[in-house]
């Protein structure tokens, strides 16, 4: 049986490259006014956020990669089921939680933000009133996550790079570029070894994402960071014909479509033993491929969307899909 849990596994978490590291970064002369795209627009900055509120775990440690955690007033979206990696926490230690769950206005004023960092139904939403929008007309700025796009118009593709664009963007905005290119530099040399290891794959064996669900699943769409990973390790995943980021689907495509490994978003209830446990005891299931063979891989939430963690849990994946080409 496969069943890796990472960040519960030592010798796994510990495979994470350390590129957060713990040294204060040192901030560039930067030239101001700074223009950068944000969902295919041109937004400028005329000097270097102070004061900033981020939200989401993924994107809260997007932020700290680049060891900005002395800006930040505020950060939200992180609870018990959605941690931020231990390499991170020293870093937010002395700043508030704003919320568990969603941002709001009236908290993101009142730190005194110039600046939030998050993403389209990752904190941005139209019913909460917390959107780009409305943060500029309060004089704040913002910037909104790439994979996020897909949400408010047309993208050609998800992938990896999008997070590297998010890191050199930040890097540009705050100062930091130098910080922001070694980062990508190391995840972009670990993506050219995984390529390199994965050169001349026969097949692409197919892999089912499980994030929740019980009457319907809720799995990832061709736009949602997950099938980026799953491509790059030398699978396919299931519905990568979904024109949607998170999507919900329905069992009998799951069967019809016989997934050969698994991967569970571990977070909200149950948790990743209890959602394993649900998909063995589902009675329509029990001759999938996964199933049959017990092929279960484990992705926390901040993993599986869209940070710091992505390229070493693609070289997870691809272990996981290509064990001979790891040996």
Not at 66 to 73: A, E, M, P, Q, S
Not at 113 to 134: I, R
Not at 249 to 269: A, H, K, M, S
Request: a negative charge; glycine letters at 8%.
């Amino acid at each position: 049986m496969l069943m890796v849990v990472l960040g519960l596994v030592g010798g796994i978490a510990a495979a994470d490259p350390g590129y957060a590291g713990a040294k204060p970064v040192k901030i560039e002369a930067a030239h101001y006014p700074v223009t950068v795209q944000i969902c295919d627009r041109p937004v400028r900055f005329d000097a270097r956020p102070q004061r900033v509120v981020t939200h989401d775990v993924n994107i809260t440690e997007l932020f700290l990669a680049l060891d900005l955690g002395h800006l930040l007033v505020g950060y939200s979206g992180v609870r018990a089921d959605k941690e931020l990696a231990p390499e991170y926490r020293d870093q937010v230690a002395n700043v508030p939680l704003l919320s568990q769950r969603g941002m709001d206005l009236e908290s993101i004023v009142g730190t005194g933000a110039d600046f939030v960092f998050a993403g389209w139904s990752y904190g941005f939403t139209d019913s909460s009133g917390v959107t780009p929008e409305a943060l500029a007309r309060l004089g704040i700025g913002s910037y909104v996550l790439t994979e996020s796009c897909i949400r408010v118009g047309p993208r050609a593709r998800v992938s990896l790079e999008d997070t590297f664009t998010d890191l050199l963007n930040l890097g540009r905005i705050f100062g930091v570029s130098s910080r922001a290119e070694a980062l990508v530099e190391g995840y972009r040399r670990e993506l050219a070894e995984i390529t390199d290891a994965l050169r001349g794959i026969k097949r692409r064996p197919r892999v089912f994402v499980y994030d929740s669900g019980t009457n319907t699943p809720l799995t990832a769409g061709r736009y949602a960071m997950p099938n980026a990973m799953i491509e790059m390790a030398g699978g396919i995943n299931i519905f990568d014909n979904v024109d949607s980021s998170w999507v919900n689907v329905n069992w009998e495509d799951v069967i019809d479509r016989d997934p050969e490994l698994i991967v569970i978003v571990d977070y909200g209830q149950p948790d990743a033993s209890g959602k394993i446990s649900f998909l063995n005891q589902k009675p329509e299931l029990a001759e999938v491929a996964a199933i049959q063979s017990q092929r279960f891989l484990v992705l926390t939430y901040a993993e599986a969307t869209p940070g710091p963690h992505n390229v070493a849990r693609t070289r997870t994946l691809a272990q996981a899909l290509h064990p001979e080409r790891f040996r």
